[in-house]
């Protein structure tokens, strides 16, 4: 069976594999100390135009979104997100585990709007003994959301604005950045976000690592002690150098081909979000040829067609995808995950099943 379920199911792009293998034997210092994440570190800073960011290495998505808001909020604030927000929906409560609520904001095709936020604020704060209920203290965002879908330059600065005007952080959740960046609608770039958050993450789980999410802290009051926090959850790697090394083979300009997205230089982190996003693309024309309509229309690397009944039945046992949700009237969404890995070959089969 192919597989579309998700864009995590390979091991790792060959160039990591390849420089796994040839430093094996090497050592180094432990705990993300070693030459391999210092040279990381400056990429990334160079890349996000912030020679002052920290940059720390984490494991996971998950343990990375738990550990930046357990490391920034106190213990009676909440985090924003919307309502089909990874930190609300995907993470079995991980959030509220650390001791913290997730405060879910209506959401259309995946997106808070501004309006909503300062609404959310300005109803706890103006409201008679608001120290009855939970403080909101971080907005989290994902980019691309978890319907594929973006937030434009103008959205995030409305969202800096208003965040800037309760004196609160925003959170930008980057587990798929770099499929976001290298798409058609994008607006943005590296520099852009780094200086409209607070902080952010450079996801290479997703993105052809075999792990690893690389943290970014602009904002220079949200850096004290963040290693303590990074330990005490169990985040802090003894073998760091597996995750600078990583990141450095990624995110080098020499690793790349092409022109790669503004802001990323010619990395093979684009390269390969690029493809990735341009096989979505093709799948996206080939389901809208054979007459599916989209639960949402995004241009990254997930697509999310409505299958009928019929479809779903030539698809069963050949393709797999992830089901959305059923329909009232029995048609199916689906997502269908494109990745760094997914094959020219794997694409044209699924294309040739819906063109006959």
């Known amino acids: 069976m192919i597989l579309f379920n998700s864009d995590y199911l390979e091991g790792c792009c060959p160039q990591i594999l390849q420089k796994l293998q040839d430093t094996n034997l090497e050592q180094t210092p432990g705990y993300?100390?070693?030459?391999?994440?210092?040279?990381a570190r400056a990429l990334v800073r160079r890349l996000c135009?912030?020679?002052?960011?920290?940059?720390?290495?984490?494991?996971?998505?998950?343990?990375t979104n738990a550990t930046v808001i357990a490391s920034v909020l106190k213990p009676y604030q909440g985090v924003m997100c919307a309502s089909t927000g990874h930190i609300n929906v995907h993470e079995t409560g991980a959030v509220e585990h650390t001791g913290h609520k997730v405060i879910a904001l209506p959401s259309v095709d995946?997106?808070?709007?501004?309006?909503?936020?300062?609404?959310?604020l300005e109803g706890h704060f103006g409201q008679d003994g608001p120290e009855h209920e939970v403080q909101p203290g971080m907005l989290y965002l994902s980019y691309p959301t978890e319907l594929g879908t973006l937030y434009?330059?103008?959205?995030l600065t409305d969202f800096k604005r208003v965040c800037g005007k309760f004196g609160i952080p925003l959170f930008v959740d980057?587990?798929?950045?770099?499929?976001?960046?290298?798409?058609?609608?994008?607006?943005l770039t590296l520099q852009e976000l780094a200086s409209l958050c607070d902080v952010f993450y450079i996801g290479g789980t997703k993105q052809g690592a075999l792990f690893g999410e690389a943290v970014?802290?602009?904002?220079?009051?949200?850096?004290?002690?963040?290693?303590?926090?990074?330990?005490?959850g169990g985040g802090m790697l003894a073998k760091g150098r597996l995750l600078g090394l990583q990141f450095e083979t990624l995110l080098s300009p020499e690793q790349g081909s092409g022109t790669g997205a503004e802001g990323m230089g010619n990395s093979l982190y684009v390269a390969l979000a690029r493809e990735a996003d341009r096989k979505a693309a093709a799948l996206r024309d080939a389901f809208a040829a054979a007459g599916c309509e989209f639960f949402v229309q995004s241009f990254t690397n997930q697509i999310f067609p409505i299958l009928s009944p019929e479809l779903v039945s030539r698809l069963e046992g050949r393709f797999g995808y992830q089901l959305w949700r059923v329909?009232?009237?029995?048609?199916?969404?689906?997502?269908?995950?494109?990745?760094?890995?997914?094959?020219?070959?794997?694409?044209?089969k699924l294309i040739d099943l819906l063109k006959n």
């Not at 995946?110 to 959310?120: E, L």
Request: charged share 30%.
């Open 32 to 39: 993300g100390c070693d030459d391999y994440c210092e040279s």
């Open 110 to 120: 995946g997106k808070v709007s501004g309006a909503d936020v300062q609404a959310c």
């Open 152 to 155: 434009t330059r103008e959205e």
């Open 174 to 187: 980057g587990a798929r950045l770099g499929y976001g960046l290298a798409s058609e609608k994008c607006d």
């Open 327 to 348: 329909l009232p009237d029995g048609r199916t969404v689906a997502r269908f995950c494109t990745s760094w890995a997914s094959s020219t070959y794997n694409v044209e």
């Open 216 to 232: 970014v802290i602009c904002n220079e009051k949200l850096r004290k002690d963040f290693r303590y926090f990074i330990k005490q």
């Open 49 to 63: 135009g912030r020679p002052d960011a920290d940059v720390h290495f984490l494991v996971g998505g998950t343990q």
